[in-house]
């Protein structure tokens, strides 16, 4: 019965002690990992990759957590976008019709009202 309650005693211990600093390294490396997937540029700017059916790729680029953000088309142009209001999901605006509207890893981007590209999300 000693022998049970210390080895018990033993094994709480090393519960309790909780992840060694190996594991720690490993969490490290795994968020760098997984940042480096969906394009964190610097600490501050983070992109997603959009891609339609036809492999045309647009990159979502924000610094403010997609309170405004910017668009790079498959072209090289580029359009400033600001978050509006959506029913669900994100939707930013542009001038000129240019809006992005995403829910989960899906989206509708409209360059103007006759270019219009379902997407989704590159990981």
Known sequence: ???LLFISSLLALG??????????NKTTKTDA???SQIGVIDSNATSVKYE???KKEFILTTKDNFASATLLDAEGNSYA???SP?????LLKGENGVSVHTKGDEG???LSKERSFNVKEVK
């Open 1 to 3: 019965m000693k022998k």
């Open 108 to 110: 509708i981007i409209e």
């Open 52 to 54: 339609t059916e036809d």
């Open 33 to 35: 990992a997984v940042a």
């Open 15 to 24: 519960f309790m002690s909780g992840c060694s600093q190996a594991d720690q």
């Open 86 to 90: 959506a029913g669900s999901g994100m």
């Open 81 to 83: 976008l600001k978050e």
